[in-house]
């Protein structure tokens, strides 16, 4: 089974930016769609992102523009690009992998739709 493991995150003041990776440890081009999710202590997790295996993109309206998605299928990685972040992005962020499209489309909308978990990087923004 492909393992996933997300690096990158750290402490940063409101403003900055910070960018998530998340290994493979096999194909990533396996999987239908990978996302990345965030959970905030006491929180449901929420998804920030997703991107198919045809490289499209969904993100929430609240994040557009602000977050970009990407993957590089050589290094079998998954990245996150956090711009102008705010203390309200902080949280552990986690990637994940799904093998289904909803509606034909990569959602970020519910966890239950990806199936393979990293064990999440922590994200603090500080005012």
């Known amino acids: 089974q492909v393992q996933l493991v997300e690096s990158g995150g750290g402490s940063v003041q409101a403003g900055g930016s910070l960018k998530l990776a998340c290994a493979a440890s096999g194909d990533i081009e396996f999987a239908a769609c990978m996302a990345w999710f965030r959970q905030e202590s006491g929180k449901e997790r929420e998804g920030v992102a997703a991107i198919g295996n045809d490289d499209s993109t969904t993100y929430p309206d609240s994040l557009k523009g602000r977050f970009i998605i990407s993957k590089d299928n050589a290094k079998n990685t998954l990245y996150l690009q956090m711009n102008t972040l705010k203390v309200e992005d902080t949280g552990t962020y986690y990637c994940?992998?799904?093998?289904?499209?909803?509606?034909?489309?990569?959602?970020?909308?519910?966890?239950?739709?990806?199936?393979?978990w990293g064990q999440g990087t922590q994200v603090t923004v500080s005012s």
């Open positions: 994940a992998a799904g093998y289904v499209r909803v509606s034909g489309v990569c959602s970020y909308v519910s966890p239950l739709n990806y199936k393979t």
